[in-house]
Nanobody, 123 residues
Framework: QVQLVESGGGLVQAGDSLSLSCVVS????????MGWFRQAPGKEREFVAG????????SYTDFVKGRFTISRENAKNALALQMNSLKPEDTAVYYC????????????????WGQGTQVTVSS
């Protein structure tokens, strides 16, 4: 059974940092790319960052470059998203996702999703 379980969300103030984690199980993840997405109320789910499980190459959307860092810890089957200099517009439910092959920005290209974790940034 494939499982992606996020944790680490919460309520913070603008300028603060927060680290999200996603523990994955149920597959041999070496063939997969992982992604972080987010969805704010009334908006579509959008790509935040992606990483290859093997090799570790990364991709970021423009609005988080320089502030967010995606990483993975192979031995723990865990994915992380370090978020610094948070802004109120970063408020959303954050999801981790997995797809076979390279990371992609299109939500429809991902096969597996976690349940999401809420991040709220107050001004």
């Amino acid at each position: 059974q494939v499982q992606l379980v996020e944790s680490g969300g919460g309520l913070v103030q603008a300028g603060d940092s927060l680290s999200l984690s996603c523990v994955v199980s149920g597959r041999t993840w070496s063939e997969y790319a992982m992604g972080w997405f987010r969805q704010a109320p009334g908006k579509e789910r959008e790509f935040v960052a992606g990483i290859m499980w093997i090799g570790g190459s990364t991709s970021y959307t423009d609005f988080v470059k320089g502030r967010f860092t995606i990483s993975r810890e192979n031995a723990k089957n865990a994915l992380a998203l370090q978020m610094n200099s948070l802004k109120p517009e970063d408020t959303a439910v954050y999801y981790c996702a997995a797809r076979r092959g390279r990371w992609a920005a299109n939500v429809y290209e991902y096969d597996y999703w976690g349940q999401g974790t809420q991040v709220t940034v107050s001004s």
